[in-house]
């Protein structure tokens, strides 16, 4: 009897502290998920800084195939190396980007108007769709002058009244903060990202040794295995996404050049960036280069169109299986669903940093998948 009942007791107990267990796990999961919401875009920041750290590494390890130099050597001349070839775009075509960046926001612009006139000429309703500003500003700076002119009764009083001047005041400052605070951040960010992609970098070993500290001493070889193929994963892709990258800016410029579309090389520019994110990316680039073309004619669209699906397909059909499945293989319809779910959640952040945060997922689930067969014999 005494057994029996020192068994229910220790039953109790063991029930008492799985429940408790349990409790406080799902307490800082809710905690933890309350935090990445409310820290989302820090935490953003801070991946896309690892990402730079795990690129430079991958490209000084491939200069290490080359030479035996040491790892710091090889990382500076990689920085020095990219540091050149983004001053020699600057210095050598800042002019010609800036003109073209700002004839393609004035030609986007006026065909967003033009596509809201052709819409309603054919009873489509375009209430629901902001282009008020991008019709307006494409009628010109004449229209402008004409509706912000006063009348000829009101400019005969005179100097403006002090209400009048501390609401323009007001309004020139309120913008002008934004668009400082605006540039502060994007800056900001940037010197975050690279400041942390170099730390990275640097010493990769030091980080990767802290990282497997955390985890508990009994899971600590398991750890190393999902960390190093994490690392592997990520550096394949990232090397297979820059040959990517740079194939599709390279075969947008020079064939929009070839058509005669103006601001092709901002076009090629904006093309390769969006390669970054797949699916998403190319549609985007797409519709920004056929809206661009259209102000050229209706010819020099189709030829663009055009040239968007070949360049659509040798991003899909020849590079990607080429070298991307070699790097990272994830079915098209989860990846967009993926894509879509993160970008609705988080904005710009999650639509791009979505494929590298499913390869990591990926690569544990497929761990733990090899490893519970394993475990069950």
């Given at each position: 009897m005494t057994d029996s009942a020192d068994n229910r007791l220790q039953a109790r107990n063991d029930l008492a502290w799985a429940i408790a267990a349990g409790g406080i796990g799902v307490v800082l999961f809710a905690a933890l998920l309350t935090f990445a919401w409310h820290f989302a875009a820090t935490l953003f920041l801070l991946f896309a800084g690892m990402l730079l750290g795990v690129a430079l590494n991958a490209m000084t390890t491939l200069l290490g195939r080359l030479t035996k130099l040491p790892h710091a050597l090889r990382l500076a001349i990689v920085c020095l190396a990219m540091a050149g070839l983004l001053s020699g775009i600057v210095f050598l075509g800042g002019t010609t980007i800036a003109q073209q960046a700002t004839v393609l926001s004035n030609t986007i612009k006026s065909q967003l108007g033009s596509v809201k006139d052709f819409l309603e000429q054919h009873g489509v309703d375009t209430s629901y769709l902001d282009f008020t500003n991008a019709?307006?500003?494409?009628?010109?700076?004449?229209?402008?002058?004409?509706?912000?002119?006063?009348?000829?009764?009101?400019?005969?009083?005179?100097?403006?009244?002090?209400?009048?001047?501390?609401?323009?005041?007001?309004?020139?400052?309120?913008?002008?903060?934004?668009?400082?605070?605006?540039?502060?951040?994007?800056?900001?960010?940037?010197?975050?990202?690279?400041?942390?992609?170099?730390?990275?970098?640097?010493?990769?070993?030091?980080?990767?040794?802290?990282?497997?500290?955390?985890?508990?001493?009994?899971?600590?070889?398991?750890?190393?295995?999902?960390?190093?193929?994490?690392?592997?994963?990520?550096?394949?892709?990232?090397?297979?996404?820059?040959?990517?990258?740079?194939?599709?800016?390279?075969?947008?410029?020079?064939?929009?050049?070839?058509?005669?579309?103006?601001?092709?090389?901002?076009?090629?520019?904006?093309?390769g960036l969006l390669a970054f994110i797949p699916t998403v990316g190319a549609i985007l680039g797409g519709l920004i280069v056929v809206l661009a073309s259209l102000a050229t004619g209706w010819i020099a669209a189709l030829s663009a169109f055009i040239l968007f699906l070949g360049v659509h397909a040798l991003e899909s059909y020849v590079l990607t299986p080429i070298i991307?499945?070699?790097?990272?293989?994830?079915?098209?319809?989860?990846?967009?669903?993926?894509?879509?779910?993160?970008?609705?959640?988080?904005?710009?952040?999650?639509?791009?940093?979505?494929?590298?945060?499913?390869?990591?997922?990926?690569?544990?689930?497929?761990?733990?998948?090899?490893?519970?067969?394993?475990?069950?014999a």
């Open positions: 019709a307006g500003e494409a009628k010109g700076e004449g229209s402008a002058v004409m509706t912000t002119t006063p009348p000829p009764s009101s400019q005969s009083h005179g100097i403006p009244g002090a209400g009048a001047l501390a609401s323009s005041g007001g309004a020139i400052i309120s913008q002008t903060l934004k668009v400082l605070l605006g540039t502060v951040s994007v800056v900001g960010n940037f010197f975050i990202v690279l400041f942390l992609g170099l730390a990275f970098a640097a010493q990769p070993s030091i980080y990767r040794a802290g990282l497997l500290f955390i985890a508990p001493a009994k899971y600590r070889a398991q750890a190393t295995v999902i960390v190093d193929r994490i690392g592997e994963t990520l550096e394949r892709w990232l090397i297979a996404q820059i040959i990517t990258m740079t194939a599709v800016f390279l075969v947008t410029w020079i064939g929009l050049a070839i058509i005669g579309i103006p601001s092709s090389f901002i076009l090629g520019i904006q093309a991307q499945r070699q790097a990272l293989d994830i079915p098209p319809a989860t990846l967009f669903a993926f894509q879509i779910l993160l970008g609705v959640v988080f904005g710009i952040w999650g639509l791009a940093l979505a494929l590298p945060l499913m390869a990591i997922a990926k690569v544990m689930i497929d761990h733990f998948k090899t490893e519970d067969p394993a475990r069950a």
